[in-house]
Structure formats: C-alpha cells, structure tokens
C-alpha cells in the first residue's frame, strides 16, 4: 500500500480469523478487505488513502454486506458483542476534538462501540455515547506512528492498549445494544449515515475487527509485527 510521497506501509499477518483486516491495494474508492470474508467497503478520502483530512474523510463497510463472491449478508459481528477487538495504526496530523479511529456501529439504533482520540492526546473507549475506558493525557503526540487497540464485550471491562502495552487507567463493564452493525474507520456513523464531526485527521493504516477478545500477548506480537514498516 504506498501514497505518492509517503513510505510504503506494509500489513503484518493478522492473529487469529479476523472479522476484517482493512487496507488500500491501489488509489480507488474501494476500502478492501484483506480477511478471508471480503467485506470490501466504500472510501471516502478522495484517493489519499491512508491519510484523513479531518474534516469529511472516512471510510466505511456498507450495509447490508456483500461478501466477496456470496450473497448479501451481516457482518459475522454483532453490537451485543460478546467479545471485539480493534487496533489499528495511526499517524496524528493534529488533535481534533473526539476523532475517532474504529467504531462498530448499529444500523438500527443509536449504540456504538468505538476507540477515539482527544485533542489532550488521551485515548478513549465510548459504549453507547458514554466514556467506558480511557488512558493518560497526552500518551498520544503529532507525528509519530502509534499502535492502537481496544478489546470490549459484553459483561468485560474494556482495555487500551498503546504499543503493544495496556496504559487503561479507568474502565467498566457494559452490556451492548443488539443490532446488526457497520465498521467505519475515520468517523462515527449514525444510523448509518456519518457523523460530520469528530473526524480523524492523519495516516490510519491496517485497521482491523477481530470478533473476539485478543490477549495482551497476541496484541504485543501484532504490534511488533507492524513495528519495524512504521517508523
């Protein structure tokens, strides 16, 4: 995946079957799907994917999903989740109030599960419009490649983790609402349209959803994967 003018990132074998692993092969207005099941997706960056300008870019998986090759269908992944993962890799050009990175929407209802990054450079886990997880101020700067990733489900304490390390500071226990859901990367979508606020502004590459809850372990060797093509 390579942007005229930038280094080429490449993507680290994912952990596990992921629900779906995110990334651009070429400049076009598809966000493909790199996991087995083929939930390609619309691109909303104008061609300058990996890089969100912070004001309309996003992407999103569509709903009702077409799998690759199948018929349509739902994303094997629910908003009463049991247990998710997301992580991602990120590049801040700026700190825009609330942007957000990953988010596991309903297409039905208002709830959402979602991993955001505040202008005090402190990550947050929202469930449902309500701060669930968060991190110390100003773990995250402008500038550098940064390793996210949010484990959560139903009846579990949401974790952050930041290079490959847990840096949670407060969290509690949810249940989630029970949907069919969207993944958006770069926005929060509602119902299913996105949010005009709260955009992501810089690089997001390789962002995957896993349908289930990965360990401190299998985060740290997904994080070093990745390591050595994001410096």
């Known amino acids: ?76 992944i629910k908003a009463d989740l049991t247990s998710a993962t997301m992580e991602c890799w990120m590049k801040p050009a700026g700190l825009a109030a609330n942007s957000r990175l990953i988010s ?29 997880a968060q991190s110390a101020l100003g773990v995250i700067t402008v500038g550098p490649w940064f390793h996210i990733a949010m484990t959560a489900g139903t009846g579990v304490a949401p974790v952050i983790y930041l290079n490959g390390v847990d840096v949670t500071l407060a969290t509690a226990a949810i249940a989630y609402p029970q949907s069919d859901s969207q993944i958006a990367v770069g926005a929060t979508l509602y119902n299913p349209g996105p949010s005009t606020t709260q955009r992501f502004h810089g690089d997001i ?19 070093k994967a990745g390591q050595a093509a994001h410096q």
């Open 1 to 76: 995946m390579t942007r005229r003018g930038r280094k080429s990132h490449k993507s680290g074998k994912p952990i596990g079957a992921g629900v779906g692993s995110f990334s651009r092969l070429s400049f076009s207005t598809t966000w493909n799907d790199l996991s087995p099941n083929g939930y390609n997706g619309e691109d909303h960056t104008g061609g300058t994917w990996p890089f969100f300008d912070g004001v309309g870019d996003y992407v999103v998986a569509p709903w009702p999903y077409v799998p690759s090759g199948g018929a349509p269908g739902s994303l094997p």
């Open 104 to 132: 596991i929407n309903s297409v039905t209802t208002t709830g959402y599960l979602l991993i955001s990054l505040r202008t005090t450079g402190e990550l947050r886990c929202y469930v449902n419009n309500s701060n669930r």
């Open 205 to 223: 590459d390789t962002a995957r959803v896993y349908a289930r809850i990965l360990s401190a372990d299998e985060v740290l060797r997904n994080y």
